[in-house]
């Protein structure tokens, strides 16, 4: 369950404080219109990924007696996580310069995560591979990886809007530039464990 519960902390937190669209309207929201405004825009993933979630979950347990195509699902997470672990830890500086905007509510932060191809690359190649795996074991370690993503996910970008309400200089500090490049390392070394895996069920490799 320990394994479950530290993956959702560090994928969730990682997805947290990247920048995206999502984070951009977070900012935005939170600069334009107060900090409650950011976080309602903050809680939006929490509606939007439950289809994508379920629908992810379907098709692997369809394809769950094919090692191959796990295999290769598992390669393709190893992939994204590298990917994403890269991007965090070449992170910059983010500059705030956001145009006048009218007022937007939870709905149009629905709006802005469903349409990110972001959640879907990561609950198809990484986040239901996952579920599937905690379900095998039991729901504790199921609960565990969902509550623990969802809780540093949302946290994260109502921590990043409480903080960009009392000072815009938050992203361009050391402390938000720390955080990133760790979680990049975390992340590289969770894409390792997911390629290691992949060649395994793949019986690459063997003697």
Same mark, same amino acid.
């Given at each position: ?12 937190? *990682?997805?947290?404080? =990247? ?17 409650? *405004? ?5 809680? =939006? ?28 699902? *598992? ?76 809780? =540093? ?13 009392? *000072?815009?200089?938050?992203? =361009? ?35």
């Amino acid at each position: 369950m320990f394994d479950f519960l530290t993956a959702g902390l560090v994928l969730g937190l *990682s997805a947290g404080f =990247s920048p995206g669209p999502l984070l951009m309207l977070v900012i935005s929201e939170t600069l334009h219109h107060g900090t409650r *405004s950011g976080v309602r825009v903050a809680l =939006s993933p929490v509606i939007t990924d439950l289809p994508i979630v379920l629908a992810t979950l379907l098709l692997l347990v369809k394809v769950s007696g094919y090692h191959g195509v796990l295999g290769g699902v *598992s390669l393709a997470g190893g992939l994204f996580v590298l990917a994403t672990g890269w991007e965090s830890l070449r992170t910059r500086p983010v500059q705030l310069d956001l145009p006048k905007e009218p007022p937007k509510s939870l709905r149009k932060g629905v709006l802005t995560n469903f349409l990110s191809p972001h959640p879907y690359l990561f609950w198809i190649t990484v986040g239901a591979p996952l579920l599937t795996k905690s379900l095998n074991i039991g729901w504790t370690a199921f609960f565990a990886f969902v509550g623990s993503f969802y809780l =540093s996910l949302v946290g994260a970008k109502i921590v990043l809007a409480v903080a960009v309400g009392r *000072s815009k200089a938050f992203l =361009s500090g050391r402390l938000y530039l720390f955080i990133m490049r760790l979680l990049g390392g975390l992340l590289v070394l969770f894409a390792l464990l997911l390629f290691k895996e992949g060649v395994e069920l793949l019986g690459l490799f063997r003697g």
